[in-house]
């Protein structure tokens, strides 16, 4: 059989690196900030220092480091360092499988209202006067909450679709934010009210092993989820018809990926507050480096989101005294990157 | 003969009614406007957390207060001041709104309260005084953070209570301390200068009072040094901050009740720092009004902290003073267990130099 | 193989069509031919499984090899990657597609002749091109019925006959059912065994193409005439071919 192919004229792109040497550049990236995070700090301790801490719970080395030292850089870095990377990595694929579920690039993890959900759940916490746990466990159940109240609205007839979830997202994100300014009207404003403030901002400040052992099998488990279902989220972004005539059940499927989602999103809320941006801005970034095809596009959004709130948070406790709110932050950087991210992709694909 | 007595009683009200009309009072708020009532008020309400119990020890009763903010009436409630005055536990407190936007004066409760003066914050922008201004309700606007301020809010009560004599006594008192508590504090070399950090929320999340605020104030005036004079304001900080500036001297704040020294003790960064390992931290006491920010008891504050900073400098028998105070500021007599309330010492008992303060060591 | 009992589907109440019914087998090609809005791509969604039927019954295997009308142009992956998602029902949940898959993959693409767009970006490939790929990918599925909506709506000559060549070469293995809806009944001449006319709601012919596609029909299909002649062309067989008598073109 041979039918002339009809080329319309473009050949395939050269691109500057091939695949994976950008997927290195990124794993790389990801080392040397996990480094920088750890060695930079308030309390001075000298980067080789530091390194020798860590490679001393390995192998035996001999401490010229005083106890302080070790305390700082096993019990408040580290766990800051572990957490701030692992948040970052599951915001980020959260927000590139959304992406990819809904075909829409502006899609975010807030979407579905897990992220205010959450947010209620914290301060109705902070405000009953409960932390850590509690906080955590009232944080995680809330952002549930809101999923489910989503899944049950946007139900109509058995079937929700794509703008109906998406308005029913913002209409249950509206709700639980006008609740937790509610909770805010009735703070006490000497105790209560601030924290709920800074803990809204969000921030890693309170970082330690057992909020780490808290967030990270939420976080792990979705994250996990999303990478099994990689080549399936795939398929969803041809758009629902597509995806039924290739014989997927697309509900069932979406509402897999919203709970993986639910599930990092509100195990992140619950250990650091509100973080904005990453889900949204990470993805882009790194569907620029390697398309998207959720199989290269999750790890490497994973390593890039973890990457970029390592380095953010690295700034966030060491740049002042005061602790600056990461959301602060991830949204400074995160308005005009994203704009200029939009806009290379626009210019991108008028070039095509 | 009905007749003849409502004449004679409308005579008496009026004939008693004259001199105060004629002796208009004006004085100046904080805010730098003019205040004029028709005499001394009768009917006050306060909306900044600390002028209820202001007011209450200027004037020396509850009696004219009629209206407070709702953490005023919390603080009293829970705290000497409502035992002191069973009357203060009546008053209206539903004036305003307790959390964000919570000096949001609710206008028509007010007006059912019918203020002679409302007392309102100066500093916080012309949004919550407007609607008073607009309903025809006479304000005076205070400030706060300071201990000029703290004398001028002072001196702004008295006037409101038209007990000016009150607010110099007050401030006499102030001043004769300071300059006490100066010439010792003035002697402490350079050297033995202690680092005291005041975490002004600990309970969840850090944040530590920075310079120019009125914590920095005192702790410079015991002789102390601000470790956290780098900050501006009272910015959420973190633990590692701490650990690097290795206070002497940790202050808890007295407003997050549930916030003890166990919260530093039990914390594995806190609790290496020389404040934890030489069981310098202390919470600070609750008396008519909170012992952190400027009050009519602040001078107790200062002696508080001297004594505990520089026990060998400052020799204040602190259960004395503060019984001495609380006559002249409510006209009452702690117990004992008053004054072990006040102190905290069931929190702070077993910290570094608290034992001065038990019982068994005043006079 | 593929089929339609006494079917009937419904937008709302009313009815696009009713009481069709028909059964292709392997090896043949039906084409469905009617005016715009008279239910074609209703019908052919309805063989897929996308839109419920309200009256009647479908028979079909469980996956059909499906290529929409819309053929989507914001699909960024390489066309390879979109063959392959034919076999995603196969790989379950959590699967991705293995050495099996992308082999299945470019043997379709073999088979349609576009083995050299397997690295291209998708949403490079012109419009003929994507719909090739779009048939491959039905390929891929290993379904026997491909069912395809106007496959050749956007495509220009040389690409039309390019995708009626494939078609019938696909037909000619004997392994496919192929269902497709046109405007075109010249495509349905050229490749279809059987056509099915959707004259009205109710109202429907389905028979052998040569048979069907007489000057009546279309002529009463489209509201206009139509005729059928035969081109006799120096050198090549005759050919059938089918002429709507649109207005103008007088010389």
Redesign the interface.
């Known amino acids: 059989m041979s039918l002339l192919v009809t080329a319309s004229g473009d050949t395939p792109q050269k691109r500057a690196l091939p695949r994976w040497v950008r997927a290195l550049a990124v794993l790389v990236l990801l080392l040397v900030a996990a480094l920088t995070a750890l060695c930079v700090g308030r309390f001075q301790i000298a980067p080789q220092k530091a390194i020798a801490i860590l490679l001393s719970r390995v192998s035996p080395l001999t401490a010229d480091w005083s106890a302080m030292d070790e305390r700082i850089i096993l019990l408040v870095r580290a766990p800051r360092v572990l957490l701030a990377a692992l948040c970052g990595a599951g915001l980020a694929v959260s927000g590139a499988a959304l992406q990819g579920v809904f075909r829409n690039p502006l899609v975010a993890p807030q979407i579905l209202g897990v992220s205010p959900g959450a947010a209620f759940g914290g301060a109705l916490a902070i405000s009953l006067g409960f932390s850590g746990f509690a906080l955590i466990g009232a944080a995680f159940a809330f952002g549930a909450v809101a999923l489910a109240l989503v899944g049950v609205l946007a139900r109509v007839e058995g079937r929700s679709d794509t703008v109906m979830l998406v308005l029913t997202g913002v209409v249950i994100g509206a709700l639980f934010a006008a609740l937790v300014s509610l909770l805010q009207f009735l703070a006490d404003p000497n105790s209560s009210l601030p924290a709920i403030v800074f803990w809204l901002m969000g921030s890693f400040s309170a970082a330690t092993w057992a909020r780490l052992g808290i967030a990270a099998p939420g976080v792990l488990a979705g994250a996990a989820m999303l990478w099994l279902m990689r080549f399936r989220i795939n398929v969803l972004s041809l758009g629902e018809e597509e995806a039924r005539a290739l014989g997927l059940s697309v509900e069932r499927d979406r509402w897999l990926v919203f709970a993986a989602v639910a599930l990092i999103e509100g195990a992140a809320v619950a250990v650091a507050g509100v973080v904005g941006w990453v889900g949204l801005v990470v993805p882009h970034a790194a569907r620029l480096l390697v398309g998207s095809d959720q199989r290269a596009l999750l790890p490497v959004s994973a390593a890039l989101g973890a990457s970029y709130l390592l380095l953010v948070d690295s700034l966030a406790r060491s740049a002042t005294a005061a602790e600056i709110p990461l959301g602060v932050i991830t949204a400074l950087i995160g308005a005009p990157v994203f704009a200029a991210l939009l806009r290379q992709t626009r210019r991108k694909e008028l070039a095509g | 003969m009905s007749c003849v007595g409502i004449v004679g009683g409308a005579a008496l009200i009026v004939a008693s009614c004259a001199p105060l009309r004629a002796q208009a009072d004006c004085f100046g708020d904080l805010a730098g406007r003019e205040v004029c009532l028709p005499g001394p008020a009768q009917r006050v309400v306060t909306i900044p957390?600390p002028s209820a119990s202001t007011f209450i020890a200027v004037d020396g009763s509850a009696q004219r207060l009629v209206g407070m903010h709702p953490?005023s009436k919390r603080a009293i409630d829970e705290g000497l001041l409502g035992r002191m005055f069973p009357q203060a536990r009546a008053i209206d407190a539903s004036v305003a709104?307790?959390?964000?936007?919570?000096f949001m004066p609710n206008v028509e409760t007010l007006a059912l309260l019918d203020p002679d003066v409302v007392v309102q914050w100066g500093d916080r922008g012309d949004d919550i005084v407007g609607p008073l201004r607009n309903a025809g309700i006479r304000t005076a606007l205070l400030r706060y953070g300071t201990e000029s301020l703290a004398r001028g809010n002072l001196t702004l009560m008295a006037d409101i209570a038209g007990k000016p004599e009150r607010a110099k006594e007050l401030i006499d008192w102030r001043a004769a301390t300071i300059i006490d508590i100066e010439k010792t504090a003035r002697d402490i070399p350079e050297a033995r200068r202690l680092r005291v950090v005041y975490l002004q929320?600990a309970?969840?999340?850090?944040?530590a009072a920075g310079a120019n605020s009125y914590y920095d104030f005192y702790i410079r005036l015991v002789g102390g040094r601000n470790a956290?004079d780098?900050?501006a304001g009272a910015?959420?900080?973190?633990?590692?901050?701490i650990?690097?500036w290795d206070p002497d001297v940790i202050l808890l704040n007295g407003?997050?009740?549930?916030l003890t020294p166990a919260r530093i003790y039990d914390d594995?960064?806190l609790s290496?720092t020389r404040a934890a390992r030489e069981r310098r931290v202390y919470k600070m006491p609750i008396g008519g009004y909170r012992w952190d920010p400027p009050s009519q008891e602040s001078p107790l504050t200062w002696m508080w902290l001297a004594d505990l900073l520089y026990p060998e400098a400052f020799h204040y028998d602190l259960r004395a003073e503060i019984a001495h105070a609380y006559r002249l500021l409510y006209g009452h007599t702690p117990s004992q267990a008053d004054l072990d309330e006040v102190l905290r010492v069931q929190i702070n008992g077993d910290a570094r130099f608290y034992d001065r303060f038990a019982a068994s060591a005043s006079k | 193989m593929i089929g339609l009992e006494k079917a009937g589907a419904q937008r709302g109440r009313r009815w696009i069509f009713t009481d069709i019914s028909f059964m292709l087998e392997a090896g043949r090609i039906l084409a469905v031919l009617g005016p715009n809005g008279r239910g074609k791509t209703t019908l052919i969604k309805a063989l897929a499984g996308l839109v419920p039927l309200s009256a009647g019954r479908r028979i079909a295997p469980s996956v059909i090899g499906y290529v929409s009308q819309s053929i989507g142009a914001d699909i960024p992956y390489r066309a390879l990657d979109v063959v392959v998602m034919g076999r995603a029902r196969g790989l379950g949940l959590f699967g991705a597609p293995g050495a099996a898959d992308y082999r299945a993959a470019l043997e379709a693409l073999e088979l349609v002749g576009a083995r050299d767009f397997a690295e291209r970006p998708f949403d490079r490939l012109s419009g003929g091109e994507r719909q090739i790929v779009l048939l491959a990918r039905a390929l891929a599925t290993g379904s026997p019925a491909l069912v395809l909506d106007e496959p050749a709506s956007a495509l220009d000559l040389a690409n039309q006959n390019r995708l009626l060549t494939v078609l019938s070469e696909v037909k000619r293995q004997g392994r496919h059912a192929i269902l497709f809806s046109t405007h075109l009944p010249q495509h349905a001449l050229s490749v279809s065994d059987d056509a099915l006319l959707m004259l009205g709601p109710s109202e429907h012919s389905i028979g052998p193409t040569r048979a069907i596609l007489n000057e009546i029909n279309l002529t009463r299909l489209y509201g206009l005439p139509v005729r059928r002649v035969t081109l006799e062309d120096e050198g090549r067989a005759p050919i059938e071919i089918v002429v709507p008598l649109f207005a103008g073109a007088t010389p």
Do not use: C, T, W, Y
Not at chain 2, 203 to 207: D, E
Not at chain 2, 255 to 258: I, P
């Open positions: 957390m953490s709104g307790v959390g964000a936007d919570g929320r309970a969840s999340g850090l944040a956290a780098g900050l910015p959420a900080i973190n633990a590692e901050q650990a690097q407003f997050e009740e549930k594995e960064i290496a």
